[in-house]
């Protein structure tokens, strides 16, 4: 009987030097493809990063048990810490869209329009993680909430895209491109692109929408060594959101910016449903107040609400998790009763492609990396496939808001929640936060505000008008549904000619097709 060859000398040393020879164990039971993919995984690897990777995370582990042993919180509890020097925002880095007179908005949206005309406004999606906590195995963009449409969350922010290159249009008198970069990983490349192909990219031009990978790293347990999650394969995640800057240098992108001549970036996470691309408003307050780095922030729902703050820390701008921040300054507010540290981060940001270039080029490397402590499948010393019930192992991530100390003019603005933040994380089954019932939710009492605001009325099954209710008297049922499509309004503009006093019985879906056969009846 033959024996399997030994793994080749190179993929041994490498692992040797990273002090990782374990990864091998199993080698001899390999088929000979499980032993080309392993070879082939730990060939992606170096060894003194790797070293340093697992090393760190061992370090990580061991400094969690220390706190945890000495009663401090071990994250999410409000009371873990407190962060030297924390100030709120300065009222002059900051913009909100409530507090600003509508002229002034209004010049706003006339710059973003602007720039969008001109070609120098791109937006970059960050999605590089699975549905995994939805229950789903397929990236989080190809999920359907449940809306009358049926519509994913990748086909509505590709409608948003055609319809902000639309208005622009309309408005300057200029055909324009906003190009469309997304941040996938391993797990949701592949997925990505056959759903867009499928989808003949929603109807946005193809060498327009730029798929790129961000970089994998290995988990780690907490004594610092690789999680195998099959004999022969390495478990395997995404560097977090912060890896978005090296994944910007290993792919090029900075350079098809360049190409296209591309000035501004709006970067943003898959799973918020509200989410405005290429926001116009959001980039002309930006590139007016001459800012290199923005981030848009909404007023935290309740002091405890488990969000990091967009504040000062020691004169340098980040976000602090809640869980680093004491109890009394959770809790702090100013002489208006309003809470001292109320800028919530939602993951929505602003970059100049310069500002890119230098983290990419000089700070990336100063990121550190945050530890997310996970219940990892992994494969025991007799190979059984072992699914804890308690977290056993490390994956090291970065942020993309861990940039924000290197920009030499920061910027903030606050948007309403109910307009602009509604993520989708949880299923249903999870409980009621940040689930697609929530999520559907936000965005059809959206639309229904948007119809009522433009004069239209709902009628109930007896054909009486169903009384106006307002976000404010927010019931668990709807009064009535009412869908609008991304391609008829980016956010209640132009609905007046068509809804204005006239009835409708729920659900009212309005789509492009819709509004032709509205206009036919007016």
Excluded at 21 to 50: D, I, K, N, T
Excluded at 106 to 111: F, K, P, Y
Excluded at 279 to 286: A, K
Excluded at 348 to 357: G, P
Aim: hydrophobic share 35%.
């Amino acid at each position: 009987m033959l024996l399997p060859p030994p793994a080749p000398a190179r993929v041994r040393e490498l692992l040797g030097r990273a002090g990782q020879p374990e990864v091998l164990r199993f080698w001899e039971q390999l088929s000979a493809e499980e032993r080309r993919l392993l070879e082939a995984a730990v060939q992606q690897l170096e060894a003194g990063p790797l070293r340093d990777h697992c090393q760190e995370a061992a370090a990580a582990a061991t400094a969690r048990h220390r706190e945890q042993g000495q009663g401090a919180a071990p994250g999410g509890g409000g009371g873990g810490g407190t962060h030297r020097n924390m100030q709120p925002l300065p009222g002059e880095v900051t913009g909100s869209t409530a507090r600003t007179e509508p002229h002034r908005l209004d010049n706003w949206r006339d710059r973003g329009f602007h720039e969008i005309s001109e070609n120098r406004v791109a937006v970059l999606l960050l999605a590089g993680g699975q549905g995994t906590r939805l229950g789903v195995s397929y990236p989080k963009g190809m999920y359907d909430v449940g809306l009358p449409s049926g519509k994913t969350l990748y086909q509505i922010q590709a409608e948003r895209i055609r319809k902000v290159q639309q208005l622009a249009e309309e408005r300057l008198g200029k055909k324009c491109v906003v190009p469309w970069y997304i941040m996938t990983s391993e797990f949701t490349l592949e997925p990505t692109k056959k759903f867009f192909a499928q989808h003949n990219y929603f109807g946005l031009v193809e060498s327009n929408v730029v798929m790129f990978e961000q970089q994998m790293l290995p988990a780690v347990d907490f004594n610092g060594k690789i999680i195998l999650e099959q004999k022969g394969r390495i478990a395997m995640a995404p560097d977090g959101n912060g890896g978005l800057y090296r994944a910007l240098m290993n792919n090029k992108i900075l350079e098809d910016m360049d190409r296209r001549g591309i000035c501004f970036v709006h970067v943003y996470c898959v799973d918020n449903i509200l989410v405005k691309l290429a926001d116009p408003v959001f980039i002309g307050f930006c590139v007016e107040k001459g800012a290199d780095c923005g981030a848009k922030v909404v007023e935290k729902a309740y002091p405890t609400e488990p969000v990091g703050v967009v504040c000062l820390v020691d004169g340098i701008y980040q976000v602090v998790e809640y869980s680093e921040v004491s109890q009394e300054t959770v809790e702090q507010r100013n002489p208006d009763g309003g809470l001292t540290f109320n800028a919530g981060n939602i993951c929505n940001h602003f970059f100049t492609v310069d500002f890119l270039k230098s983290v990419t080029e000089e700070f990336e490397p100063q990121l550190k990396r945050h530890i997310a402590v996970k219940k990892i499948p992994y494969v025991d010393e007799q190979g059984n496939t072992v699914r804890p019930d308690v977290p056993n192992g490390i994956k090291m991530e970065k942020f993309v808001f861990d940039v924000f100390q290197f920009s030499k003019n920061f910027v903030a603005f606050e948007v309403l929640r109910e307009d602009e933040f509604s993520p989708l994380k949880n299923a249903d089954s999870a409980g009621s936060k940040d689930t697609p019932s929530t999520t559907r939710r936000a965005l059809l009492w959206q639309h229904y505000r948007w119809a009522v605001r433009a004069g239209a009325h709902f009628l109930d099954s007896n054909n009486m008008r169903i009384p106006h209710l307002s976000q404010l008297q927010e019931a668990e049922e709807l009064p009535a549904v009412c869908e609008i499509s991304p391609l008829v309004s980016s956010e209640g503009e132009g609905l007046e000619k068509y809804l204005k006093d006239r009835e409708f019985h729920s659900p009212l879906l309005l789509t492009e097709d819709a509004l032709v056969a509205l206009g036919q009846h007016q």
